[in-house]
């Protein structure tokens, strides 16, 4: 079992940057993909990015590559997403997720989301 707590979502302005933050314990991780997921209300979710645990390679959604950043900090088992340049469209509830691939379809593990609010 993995368990994903979330944290550092919020309300900003067009424009400016958040941080999430998802701290993961239980299994280990190196054979696990580690991503980001969001949804918007009336939509479906959507992959936005994630990162090969053991590998660090980096995945991203078209409409966030180069404003997003995914990282991993290894000794406290935290994935971050770093956003920036955040657009009105980028409002959604964050998941945190763990699976054998970054396909919404094959997660295993969700965190409980954290609500992005990105006013114009």
């Known amino acids: 079992q993995v368990q994903l707590i979330e944290s550092g979502g919020g309300l900003v302005q067009a424009g400016g940057s958040l941080r999430l933050s998802c701290a993961a314990s239980?299994?280990?991780?190196?054979?696990?993909?580690m991503g980001w997921f969001r949804q918007a209300p009336g939509k479906a979710r959507e992959f936005v990015a994630a990162?090969?645990?053991?590998?660090?390679?980096?995945y991203y959604a078209g409409s966030v590559k180069g404003r997003f950043a995914i990282s991993r900090e290894n000794a406290k088992n935290t994935v971050y997403l770093q956003m920036n340049s955040l657009k009105p469209e980028d409002t959604a509830v964050y998941y945190c997720a763990a699976g054998l691939s970054y396909n919404v379809a094959t997660i295993d593990y969700w965190g409980q989301g954290t609500q992005v609010t990105v006013s114009s």
């Open positions: 990162l090969w645990w053991s590998g660090g390679i980096t």
């Open positions: 239980g299994r280990t991780l190196s054979s696990y993909y």
